[in-house]
């Protein structure tokens, strides 16, 4: 059987749920509407650090229109945390104390808004302020004050492991660099605030209506905050406004769902954008602390890291982040001997959590400024540095990866070709001009912190008009995973792409998945379609067989029609076929299935953290050029060349704008994006005063698929959106060094950040 020349594959093609989108018929969480629903409010801590005292919340249960109040104290709330972590240190609301502005201590539920918003303002509360702290470093003292008692110290999570003899290759090294960074509280500024709907019915089940990237995921960590079970959680996935890790499980969903169940009434709850700054789980700031041992032909030989990471008031992710942050990296170049040590540290702000690069960005904005400096000191062009070292197809890197495919050495070559990297040699700057470059690596699925499996399953259906319905429970967050499930259907079946619907992710019907995170949902459930879509073939081609009189190896599958090779005129559509299937089994439909578990991939070993974490591991390396006014310090991105390795590009489309968004992202992430917190309080909590890219400060971006057709993906492919952010702000840090010759250590660059380095230089 053959496929038909006109592939699916390759072809860029918009996204099938586009037009939905266009024309508003898209239902976003706040969408959702219910008979009798009412609408929830939570009132928040107005202070850092203090003991609860009292809470009086008479006057708000006799407000009019007033459903149900809840406080931590009215009813028993179980510890729990997020599933990738042991670590159970939250309750819904606040029981005995506070830990940060915005930490939740009581819920109201109403019908409507405004009454809700009027009952809060009655609820009294007697606080007992405690001392605070908000720099990690402080909170890691032992007089510090103690933010979760029980606790020896502020340190939620500490590892630490060693790979090669680091103390040996600092002995040899010709040349040992040391250096610092550090990054800052970031949002992840998606368009659609968090929002929740929630619904019991009488046997005690519920129901929720939410914008999540991973359903599974939060049943397990919503079944714990509430203290029932996961199959008494019904989710019902909608479209999603943005997410960027943000919406992976969110304590406003199990809130809303406690309302519900108080209330004998649907909820709706959803965030203000105030609401989203001060209680949202930003990106994790860190600091690095990095020392390179270097021989004088640029051969790296070792690497010691001390990282150290600000989880806020809980944990969440943190821990998860932080071995990110600290070990993946380290895959990127051939660097034998490392050590590091990693601490995750309670503070008295905003809980941090997950954002796209999983701590990546944040690793990667210090390392690849230090080979920059590297470089330097020992006179060799940055791009041929990091050739020398880049990681090559077949490595086994010093964690334990396997890279099967590995485009490095291709986007390094191909993005400094685009950016005329070495034109530079034989041209005379330009003043305030500079080039800069960075790398990066991530994951394609990740078994770092998730113990249960890494793969993913799917089925599809053939109804008896011959249309195709794809079921999985992997999520499209908007990046374009239905389009390119539906892709591989329509491939594998021989079908146009608008005979494929992908249908919504719903707990209640859909296959179990673990989401969308980790660059997994191309690779993993894209595999997952693959073989449940090659099983419905298997079932469509035996039934044509007998209707044709034919050898299976005989038929082809093109344009909806199943017919003998050579002779298209002999065969049947898929809709005939359906059909007939259909009555020999008393209505039952071609139903494909197919479960995807990826053989070499292991759990990372939880003491020395080494381990095949990942299906398969993308690559990208882009080049920034950018213009510094000497005078403000303000910058320009001029243009960013960018080459991502990512197997092969299932649909460029999608992939070009993937590229693109994360650019502007990073641009963000560089120059601009931090949530301003003084006191514990968040004083910039709205995009007026939170700076965002606009078109206008957009560069050209050339763009290169470098496809390396990874072995283990469907079609060759591989992880891309999350990479692609990765590489941006490292680069325009290393092109504003070229451009003015000052380093900047901490994210955001600023133009005031870069006026101060210059007259500190001397040279403003």
């Not at 967050?477 to 591989?488: N, S």
């Not at 999608?654 to 992430?669: S, V």
């Not at 709205?686 to 965002?692: E, G, R």
């Amino acid at each position: 059987m053959t496929l038909g020349s006109a592939s699916l594959i390759g072809r860029p093609t918009p996204a099938v749920d586009a037009w939905d989108k266009v024309i508003g018929r898209a239902v976003f969480g706040t969408d959702v509407k219910l008979p009798g629903m009412i609408h929830g409010k939570v009132l928040r801590s107005p202070h850092p650090h203090a003991r609860i005292l009292n809470i009086d919340a008479s006057r708000a249960r006799k407000l009019a229109g007033v459903k149900v109040v809840v406080t931590g104290r009215d009813i028993p709330l179980p510890r729990y945390g997020v599933a990738g972590t042991p670590i159970q240190d939250e309750t819904l609301l606040a029981v005995d104390k506070v830990r940060y502005v915005g930490d939740e201590v009581a819920a109201v539920a109403a019908v409507d808004g405004d009454t809700a918003l009027e009952a809060l303002s009655l609820i009294r509360v007697e606080y007992e302020l405690l001392p605070a702290v908000f720099d990690p470093l402080e909170a890691m003292s032992l007089q510090a004050p103690l933010i979760h008692q029980g606790a020896p110290d502020n340190i939620a999570s500490r590892f630490a492991y060693e790979r090669g003899e680091a103390a040996r290759a600092f002995a040899q090294a010709d040349y040992i660099y040391q250096g610092s960074f550090a990054t800052s509280l970031v949002h992840q500024a998606y368009l659609e605030p968090n929002a929740a709907v929630a619904e019991w019915d009488g046997t005690g089940k519920l129901t929720l209506w939410l914008p999540t990237q991973s359903p599974a995921v939060a049943r397990l960590t919503y079944s714990r905050a509430l203290g029932i079970s996961q199959d008494s959680i019904r989710i019902i996935q909608t479209a999603l406004g943005g997410a960027f890790g943000a919406k992976i499980e969110v304590k406003l969903h199990p809130l809303c769902a406690l309302l519900a169940r108080e209330a004998g009434r649907p909820v709706r709850l959803v965030n203000s954008r105030e609401e989203e700054f001060v209680a949202g789980n930003p990106r994790v700031p860190m600091i690095f602390n990095i020392r390179l041992a270097v021989r004088k032909d640029g051969t790296l030989l070792g690497q010691e890291m001390r990282v150290i990471a600000d989880c806020g008031a809980y944990v969440n992710y943190t821990p998860a982040i932080l071995l990110s942050a600290a070990l993946r990296h380290d895959n990127m170049y051939r660097i034998p001997n490392i050590k590091t040590e990693a601490y995750a540290v309670y503070t008295n702000k905003v809980a941090t959590g997950c954002f796209r690069g999983f701590g990546q960005p944040q690793s990667h904005f210090a390392l690849e400024q230090a080979l920059d400096e590297v470089a330097r000191e020992l006179g060799r062009d940055p791009l041929e540095l990091r050739l020398k070292n880049a990681a090559q197809p077949g490595d086994v890197t010093v964690h334990g990866w396997r890279l099967d495919s590995c485009g490095l050495t291709q986007c390094l070559e191909e993005s400094a070709r685009i950016a005329g990297w070495r034109q530079r040699e034989t041209s005379p700057p330009m003043a305030g001009r500079g080039l800069g470059l960075a790398c990066c690596v991530h994951v394609s699925g990740n078994r770092s912190f998730l113990p249960f499996f890494d793969g993913s399953s799917a089925y599809l259906q053939v109804g008896e008009e011959g249309r195709v319905t794809v079921f999985t429970g992997e999520v499209d967050l908007g990046q374009g995973a239905r389009t390119v499930f539906a892709q591989i259907a329509a491939e594998v079946l021989g079908v146009p792409l608008s005979q494929v619907e992908v249908a919504p992710v719903d707990t209640q019907v859909s296959p179990h998945g673990l989401g969308t995170w980790g660059d997994r949902a191309t690779t993993l459930g894209g595999n997952g379609v693959l073989v449940a879509a090659r099983d419905a073939r298997r079932q469509i081609l035996a039934l044509a067989a007998q209707e044709l009189e034919a050898r299976e190896e005989d038929l082809e599958c093109h344009g909806g029609r199943v017919f003998v090779t050579g002779s298209p005129e002999k065969g049947l559509t898929l809709g005939d076929i359906a059909r007939r299937a259909s009555y020999r089994q008393g209505g039952g439909l071609i139903t494909g299935r197919g479960s995807y578990i990826p053989q070499t991939v292991t759990m990372i070993h939880p003491e020395t953290k080494y381990g095949n974490i990942s299906i398969a591991y993308p690559f990208a390396a882009q080049v920034a050029e950018v213009a510094v006014d000497r005078e403000t310090g303000q910058v320009e991105v001029l243009r960013v060349a960018a080459a991502h390795d990512l197997g092969r590009a299932l649909n460029p489309l999608a992939a070009q704008g993937q590229i693109q968004g994360a650019i502007a992202q990073g641009l963000g992430f560089g120059l601009m994006e931090r949530m301003i917190v003084e006191e514990g309080g968040v004083t910039n909590p709205s995009f007026a005063d939170y700076p965002l890219p606009t078109a206008c400060d957009m560069p050209a971006i050339s763009v290169t698929l470098v496809e390396t057709y990874d072995p283990n993906g469907p079609f060759g492919a591989k992880g891309l959106a999350e990479p692609a952010l990765i590489p941006t702000a490292p680069a325009i840090a290393n092109a504003i060094y070229q451009a003015v010759g000052v380093r900047l250590r901490e994210q955001p660059m600023t133009p005031e950040g870069i006026w101060r380095a210059l007259k500190g230089k001397g040279n403003g």
